[in-house]
């Protein structure tokens, strides 16, 4: 089993989940995150001063999935949260050693 993280602009949230229903994913996390990456934030304008954003706005979502689910997981989000700027994001997979189902007590892909 694998955990799929993916930072990504808060505008693409629905892009990303409606790619990802046809995949028969059932549930995943959804976080308001800040942050940056190579960007280092962004200069605005506000009432003629200039000021600078360190940290912008992102979203970061969290799925579980089975090991063989994990490149078609990876490909949608890629698909669906791509705009071709600075600050698309980026996905980071990780290893689930265990999960269980706090109702039932189901464990690892059954939990899923």
Not at 16 to 35: F, N
Not at 54 to 75: H, M, Y
């Amino acid at each position: 089993m694998k955990l799929v993280t993916a930072i990504i602009k808060p505008f693409k949230l629905d892009d990303v989940r409606e790619a990802l229903a046809p995949l028969g994913i059932q549930g995943l996390t959804v976080s308001e995150v800040k942050g940056f990456g190579r960007q280092k934030g962004q200069t605005e304008i506000y009432r003629g001063a200039e000021y600078r954003i360190s940290f912008l706005p992102k979203i970061k979502v969290e799925i579980a999935v089975s090991s063989s689910q994990v490149n078609q997981v990876v490909e949608a989000i890629l698909n669906s949260a791509y705009t071709g700027k600075i600050g698309d994001g980026k996905i980071f997979i990780s290893e689930l050693e265990r999960v269980i189902r706090i109702r039932t007590r189901e464990v690892n892909n059954d939990a899923l």
